[in-house]
């Protein structure tokens, strides 16, 4: 072979794989994963979603790639990394970390699919039109924790009977922070309990919170599903500890980190199903035909090791309805 035609050859084979290579990539459909939360504290959220999308059949690396992006806490980043995803042309958005990636998503396609996870009430927010009918091109997984922030102040109570002050946490970015912020306040007026809003929408705004809980005389604080906090887990478990604060939060995984108690859905299993979701859009389905899923069981979690930290007594009555004790 001559010398010319060996590096005609060469050079056409340089050629032919990068082609083959994005012709392969073409036939196999992308997942735009956006989430406000970050990568670390996440893992456990993307195996439940991964898990998901593996029931519907649906398997990455093998019939599936997925594309991440993260705001980590900075919704501000999120309508950049949504046009980003919209770029590359994704064949189904997952909206991860409730509000903030669901409205970014939103405003970012009208045609690609978005599937949502952990939104609370996303009628109200104009997310979908309708809960059983959501209509265009997106529908998701509901959890409505603002409705539970009474029901987080009466638990709350119950491990510090004394207290008539439970201060309730909200980020004033978030798009729910008007919801989170009259929800809890009115029903605990029922209780004979005053609950101040904190604002904190950063990690100096979280440090200024909890340590004004002394001069507020609050004996516990309420801190609601919200994907800034929840960015934050560890960090507002230990500010709990070091003011030594009773706290009820929403999610299972802050007891699992060591907060004091929790009351909520699962959220593990909200991105399963918004996993399964994708997979079903993947094989054909439309999302304006798949309802809006909301959780139907809300857990109570305890973890007693923190509770005896803070010297708390944990009445017989509310451990015998506590659907895990952490010990």
């Given at each position: 072979m001559r010398?010319?035609?060996?590096?005609?050859?060469?050079?056409?084979?340089?050629?032919?794989?990068?082609?083959?290579?994005?012709a392969q990539q073409a036939a196999m459909p992308v997942v735009g994963f956006l989430s406000s939360r970050s990568p670390?504290?996440?893992?456990?959220?993307?195996?439940?979603?991964?898990?998901?999308?593996?029931e519907?059949?649906?398997?990455?690396?093998?019939?599936?790639?997925?594309?991440?992006?993260w705001a980590e806490g900075r919704y501000d980043?999120?309508?950049?990394?949504?046009?980003?995803?919209v770029d590359l042309r994704v064949a189904v958005l997952f909206a991860a970390g409730g509000q903030p990636s669901a409205l970014a998503a939103k405003a970012a396609t009208a045609t690609i699919p978005v599937v949502f996870s952990a939104i609370n009430d996303p009628v109200a927010l104009g997310v979908v039109a309708n809960l059983n009918r959501p209509g265009g091109n997106v529908?998701?997984?509901?959890?409505?924790?603002?409705?539970?922030?009474?029901?987080?102040?009466?638990?709350?109570?119950?491990l510090v009977p004394a207290t008539a002050i439970i201060a309730y946490l909200v980020n004033p970015s978030s798009p729910s922070a008007d919801l989170y912020s009259k929800e809890a306040p009115a029903a605990a007026r029922a209780l004979g309990i005053a609950v101040p809003v904190l604002n904190a929408g950063t990690e100096n705004g979280l440090d200024d919170a909890f340590a004004s809980l002394a001069k507020l005389g609050a004996g516990g604080i309420v801190v609601p599903a919200e994907p800034f906090f929840d960015s934050q887990r560890d960090r507002i478990v230990a500010l709990s500890a070091r003011y030594a604060v009773p706290a009820i939060y929403t999610w299972r995984e802050y007891a699992v980190a060591g907060g004091l108690m929790t009351y909520g859905p699962s959220l593990t299993d909200?991105?399963?199903?918004a996993g399964i979701y994708v997979g079903r859009i993947l094989k054909g389905e439309k999302p304006?035909?798949?309802?809006?899923?909301?959780?139907?069981?809300?857990?109570?979690?305890?973890?007693?090791?923190?509770?005896?930290?803070?010297?708390?007594?944990?009445?017989?009555?509310?451990?015998?309805?506590?659907?895990?004790?952490?010990?």
């Amino acid at each position: 072979m001559r010398r010319r035609e060996f590096i005609s050859l060469l050079g056409g084979a340089t050629v032919a794989w990068p082609l083959a290579a994005r012709a392969q990539q073409a036939a196999m459909p992308v997942v735009g994963f956006l989430s406000s939360r970050s990568p670390g504290e996440s893992t456990y959220v993307v195996a439940a979603f991964r898990r998901g999308m593996r029931e519907a059949g649906f398997i990455e690396g093998e019939n599936l790639a997925i594309a991440f992006r993260w705001a980590e806490g900075r919704y501000d980043r999120l309508p950049t990394l949504a046009a980003e995803l919209v770029d590359l042309r994704v064949a189904v958005l997952f909206a991860a970390g409730g509000q903030p990636s669901a409205l970014a998503a939103k405003a970012a396609t009208a045609t690609i699919p978005v599937v949502f996870s952990a939104i609370n009430d996303p009628v109200a927010l104009g997310v979908v039109a309708n809960l059983n009918r959501p209509g265009g091109n997106v529908t998701g997984m509901a959890v409505f924790t603002a409705e539970l922030g009474a029901k987080s102040v009466e638990l709350l109570k119950q491990l510090v009977p004394a207290t008539a002050i439970i201060a309730y946490l909200v980020n004033p970015s978030s798009p729910s922070a008007d919801l989170y912020s009259k929800e809890a306040p009115a029903a605990a007026r029922a209780l004979g309990i005053a609950v101040p809003v904190l604002n904190a929408g950063t990690e100096n705004g979280l440090d200024d919170a909890f340590a004004s809980l002394a001069k507020l005389g609050a004996g516990g604080i309420v801190v609601p599903a919200e994907p800034f906090f929840d960015s934050q887990r560890d960090r507002i478990v230990a500010l709990s500890a070091r003011y030594a604060v009773p706290a009820i939060y929403t999610w299972r995984e802050y007891a699992v980190a060591g907060g004091l108690m929790t009351y909520g859905p699962s959220l593990t299993d909200s991105y399963r199903q918004a996993g399964i979701y994708v997979g079903r859009i993947l094989k054909g389905e439309k999302p304006a035909d798949l309802p809006v899923m909301r959780p139907t069981k809300f857990d109570l979690v305890i973890n007693l090791r923190t509770a005896k930290t803070l010297g708390l007594n944990v009445p017989d009555k509310l451990l015998a309805v506590a659907d895990e004790v952490i010990e």
